[in-house]
């Protein structure tokens, strides 16, 4: 995976998050992304995974840009998020339907990749019930 960043800023009103960030890591190169508290690292990642737009500058994951190719750069990627993102009210299947369509996972495909991943971790038989159960 390659990763470009050109003067990459967010600002949330008056307040300048990511201020004009550039930086470029190539496919197998190792890169620490370290800074204090309100730094604006995790404002950053979730520009680079297009779960947030950038109020400037662009990016590139795999060569697709952030904003205007945001579905070739989710295929390309993987998040594990700091927080748990399943809505514990919902069952199993429900879950990954709705990360479904968030990741715009075509129609057509969504039932089979939702038993496919359930069978994957063990829990096909599970997929009606609360994931809270």
């Not at 199993?92 to 496919?116: G, S, V, W």
């Amino acid at each position: 995976m390659t990763i470009t960043v050109e003067k990459l800023s967010r600002s949330f009103g008056d307040i300048q998050a990511v201020k004009g960030i550039d930086l470029h890591v190539e496919r197998g190169e190792t890169f620490g992304f370290l800074g204090p508290n309100g730094a604006g690292k995790s404002t950053t990642i979730k520009m680079l995974c297009t779960l947030l737009r950038p109020t400037s500058g662009r990016a590139w994951i795999n060569g697709y840009d952030i904003e205007r190719e945001a579905s070739q750069v989710r295929q390309g990627i993987g998040i594990v998020f700091q927080d748990p993102t399943l809505d514990e009210y919902l069952t199993a299947e429900q879950n990954l339907y709705y990360h479904c369509m968030i990741y715009h996972t075509p129609r057509k495909t969504r039932a089979a990749r939702i038993r496919d991943v359930l069978q994957l971790v063990g829990l096909d038989e599970r997929r009606k019930d609360i994931v809270k159960t």
